[in-house]
T-cell receptor, first 114, second 116 residues
């Protein structure tokens, strides 16, 4: 079955530091990959996505590249801000499949200190 | 454009009771899915509905059920509540469901259930 493994953290950084959150996956076929972010007391918000190999998703300074050869989708940001403090989830869905669900990693808590 | 609306946002129940949670999807979205979020298990898929039909169900006991109405609004019900059912229940809507093309799920803020 499908699975997503991401570094669980917590990750604590100073403002303007470089961020990497690792995510690897196991799936049949060619899944679509996502990063969602959850701020305290809120639901999940889509941060970025990629639907095929070598696609790069980007949003708000965050980037992730769909690497089929390493089955990875690592999240990066060059300079984090205090407002980036949140929990980040890597997820996948089977494209063209019939399970109609997202499979999530455990989430990574990021805290950015001023 | 209104987002996904979940009600109630917070509720407290006691063991043995039942609870019904409601989800109103984004206008035009016909797929609604439900997820349970707990600190120990993370985000787990409960079920997905499209045009009033359940297309997939996660590995949860029969106490967890759901339905979707003709206007795409959805409800989920948990009967005979247990302490372990305490969680944040998230609803997500999309045009045609996760995995369909480049469909993106939009999540609501969740309903936080506490079972005492």
């Amino acid at each position: 079955g499908n699975s997503v493994t991401q570094m669980e953290g917590p990750v604590t950084l100073s403002e303007e530091a470089f961020l990497t959150i690792n995510c690897t996956y196991t799936a049949t076929g060619y899944p679509s990959l996502f990063w969602y972010v959850q701020y305290p007391g809120e639901g999940l918000q889509l941060l970025l996505k990629a639907t095929k190999a070598d696609d790069k998703g980007s949003n708000k300074g965050f980037e992730a590249t769909y690497r089929k050869e390493t089955t990875s989708f690592h999240l990066e940001k060059g300079s984090v801000q205090v407002s980036d403090s949140a929990v980040y989830f890597c997820a996948l869905s089977n494209s063209g499949g019939s399970n109609y669900k997202l499979t999530f990693g455990k989430g990574t808590l990021l805290t950015v200190n001023p | 454009k209104a987002g996904v609306t979940q009600t109630p946002r917070y509720l407290i129940k006691t063991r043995g009771q039942q609870v019904t949670l409601s989800c109103s999807p984004i206008s035009g979205h016909r797929s609604v899915s439900w997820y349970q979020q707990t600190p120990g298990q993370g985000l787990q898929f409960l079920f997905e509905y499209f045009s009033e039909t359940q297309r997939n169900k996660g590995n949860f006991p029969g106490r967890f059920s759901g339905r979707q109405f003709s206007n795409s609004r959805s409800e989920m019900n948990v009967s005979t509540l247990e302490l372990g059912d305490s969680a944040l229940y998230l609803c997500a809507s999309s045009l045609s469901g996760a995995g369909s093309g480049a469909n993106v799920l939009t999540f609501g803020a969740g309903s936080r259930l506490t079972v005492l």
